[in-house]
């Protein structure tokens, strides 16, 4: 079966689309005139119709905001991620390359290979889904450079405030299955993922991103092969017709698109596995500091965070009602223990209502009702701590070269009259 929407991801598709509609037609859409139109050569296409539009190709809800369309990388806005699991209208788009075109589910197929594999094996669609026993988790996913836009010094890298994060749940197959069906030799260290899209520069000998996980995580439960999210086939923004799912890890380690997995006697050495990519000083720097590659470590477990999705930052009520704040909380691989929320720029803090994940790796929901004082300006900051006892830094934490891990708590801006 072909993913529709991968038609107008279709450059050539795209064109001969808007060819056989109207520009009049087209111009109604976007609710301008055409000036001049009688004046267009034949099959010219006018720049404004040109670019896709990313919320009609993903399905995206139009709130979220586009950090960049070459390659695609959106986010979406706190209040957006209130659903206890993400729908695919308003999950995060983080891509290295170029979308894979006309895919093709009947003749796909995954390649185990590499160093410290038995012998390399290849599977089909059809025979991973029926071979092999199917699980659902809902897994939380988070960028790496999600709240990359705090750091200051700035931090290279697309500017993301707090939403490259999601929580959908997955069904699939464990890679440690089909690692045992293959059979790995006592030399195994980690896997690295190879996928079908395509580098920026269309250099086919070049690949966007390859990176991938330690052995020990690649063989955890929850770690997948994922042929479906939220009970329905995988979106083409996010891996149709198969992806890793490593949750609690940089999103980055989920490879989207995945045809081959190498299982590696030694770390993975792929395209964004070199530093500086996904790695932060081994040891604190100073901000504005310049970090030798090799004092540069992998990020593994992501760090204890959370998020206020509901109310809106900026809402205003009257004095004397009572607020219910919302939101989700969560801390790589770990589980959180406790949220606490202050509305005097943490000079106290406040428990709320945390419920326990629906499985490992899962996001956890909390909810508190709060009481103002008096009007005027307030901030409402979440502050989850791990079962660990490590908890939020209150504002963003030690500086890093390439802006990662901010797990700064996040806070909304109230206005009580």
Not at 27 to 50: E, H, M, R, W
Not at 79 to 101: Q, Y
Not at 190 to 209: F, Q
Request: charged share 25%; proline share 7%; net charge positive.
């Amino acid at each position: 079966m072909k993913n529709p929407s991968a038609d107008l991801l279709n450059p050539k598709n795209r064109r001969e689309f808007i060819k056989k509609t109207s520009l009049a037609s087209l111009c109604t859409l976007f609710g301008i005139d055409l000036v001049f139109s009688k004046n267009i050569p034949k099959d010219y296409i006018p720049l404004a119709f040109q670019d896709a539009d990313p919320f009609a190709l993903f399905k995206k809800n139009k709130e979220l905001i586009v950090l960049n369309n070459k390659p695609w990388n959106m986010e979406a806005p706190a209040h957006l991620l209130d659903d206890a699991v993400t729908p695919s209208s308003k999950m995060f788009v983080r891509n290295n390359g170029l979308i894979p075109e006309n895919i093709d589910v009947n003749s796909w197929t995954l390649t185990i290979d590499g160093e410290a594999v038995k012998s390399p094996k290849s599977y089909t669609l059809q025979e991973l889904k029926s071979k092999f026993k199917q699980y659902t988790y809902q897994l939380t996913l988070e960028c790496g450079g999600n709240g990359r836009s705090e750091f200051y010094p700035p931090a290279s890298g697309n500017q993301w405030k707090v939403g490259a994060v999601s929580c959908a749940k997955w069904t699939g197959i464990r890679l440690k299955d089909v690692l045992e069906d293959v059979g790995i030799n006592s030399n195994a260290v980690y896997i690295g993922y190879h996928a079908a899209d395509k580098h920026l520069s269309g250099d086919p000998a070049k690949e966007p991103i390859s990176r991938g996980v330690p052995l020990a995580k690649a063989l955890q439960d929850e770690t997948l092969l994922a042929f479906a999210m939220n009970d329905e086939d995988i979106p083409l923004a996010h891996g149709y017709p198969l992806r890793l799912v490593a949750g609690g890890y940089p999103a980055s380690a989920s490879g989207k698109w995945l045809n081959r997995i190498s299982v590696r006697d030694r770390v993975h050495d792929g395209s964004k596995m070199e530093s500086p990519s996904y790695r932060v000083p081994c040891q604190p720097v100073a901000p504005g500091e310049e970090v030798a590659e090799d004092q540069m470590c992998i990020i593994e477990s992501m760090p204890v965070k959370s998020l206020i999705t509901y109310p809106k930052s900026g809402a205003m009520i009257n004095q004397g009602r009572k607020l219910e704040v919302r939101g989700h909380a969560w801390a790589g691989e770990l589980e959180v223990a406790s949220l606490e929320i202050s509305i005097d720029f943490g000079a106290t803090w406040k428990k709320a209502k945390l419920d326990r994940p629906v499985n490992r790796l899962a996001w956890q929901h909390f909810q508190a009702t709060i009481d103002f004082p008096q009007k005027g300006y307030y901030e409402v900051w979440a502050k989850a701590t791990d079962q660990n006892g490590i908890s939020q830094p209150m504002l963003v934490p030690g500086w890093n070269p390439k802006g990662y891990l901010n797990n700064a708590c996040h806070r909304i801006a109230i206005k009580v009259s």
